[in-house]
Antibody, heavy 115, light 105 residues
Framework: EVQLVESGGGLIQPGGSLRVSCAVS????????MTWVRQAPGKGLEWVSI???????DYADAVRGRFTISRDNSKNTLSLQMSSLRVEDTAIYYC?????????WGQGTLVTVSS | DIQMTQSPSSLSASVGDTVTITCRAS??????LAWYQQKEGKAPKLLLS???RLQSGVPPRFSGSGSGTDYTLTISSLQPEDFATYYC????????FGQGTKVEI
């Protein structure tokens, strides 16, 4: 059974750093396109980042240079390292297997950036 | 970056109605378009990919069409469980979501 379970969310001050992770079972992260999508409270979905099976990465303009997506093939996990966090980064962060790899989503982890 | 303009932002409908939601891309995306349904407090659910390919288990009252820059999601004979928010997503270059359409009673 495919499962994606996010963790690492919490309350962080503006300017701080946080790492959210996604534990994957049922397939190998190295074989799939994996993405992070976020949703601010009461707002729509916003694509954040993708890592392709060949290791290439891409980011939304809003997070490029501040966020880094990575995967650990030995642990079969996906991560998003977030730095220089802003109030507007407050959102539920979803880990998802990309539509081109057989869409599947986690339940999300809430990141709140506030002083 | 490719921008996705989705309309309307919300609509009111009744059970049994047919509703249409549109998405326009800022450049051609060659049918690299997905439609998602999201209910309150839940992760999005994929309905269609490649503009018109219905996902397994999704009722055939959901259909998609379009080409080039303009795409449409049609829900025929709206059911109570269809009241939700719908998003388009292009995956031709990186990924971009539309702003969403809330389908309300």
């Amino acid at each position: 059974e495919v499962q994606l379970v996010e963790s690492g969310g919490g309350l962080i001050q503006p300017g701080g750093s946080l790492r959210v992770s996604c534990a994957v079972s049922g397939f190998t992260v190295s074989s799939a396109f994996m993405t992070w999508v976020r949703q601010a409270p009461g707002k729509g979905l916003e694509w954040v980042s993708i890592i392709y099976h060949d290791g290439r990465t891409d980011y939304a303009d809003a997070v490029r240079g501040r966020f880094t997506i990575s995967r650990d093939n030995s642990k079969n996990t996906l991560s998003l390292q977030m730095s220089s966090l802003r109030v507007e980064d407050t959102a539920i962060y979803y880990c998802a297997r990309d539509v081109l790899s057989g869409d599947h989503w986690g339940q999300g982890t809430l990141v709140t950036v506030s002083s | 970056d490719i921008q996705m303009t989705q309309s309307p932002s919300s609509l009111s409908a009744s059970v049994g109605d047919t509703v249409t939601i549109t998405c326009r891309a800022s450049q051609g995306i060659y049918n690299s378009l997905a439609w998602y349904q999201q209910k309150e407090g839940k992760a999005p659910k994929l309905l269609l990919s490649a503009a018109s390919r219905l996902q397994s288990g999704v009722p055939p009252r959901f259909s998609g069409s379009g080409s080039g820059t303009d795409y449409t999601l049609t829900i025929s004979s709206l059911q109570p469980e269809d009241f939700a928010t719908y998003y388009c997503q292009q995956y031709y270059i990186a990924r971009t979501f539309g702003q969403g359409t809330k389908v309300e009673i």
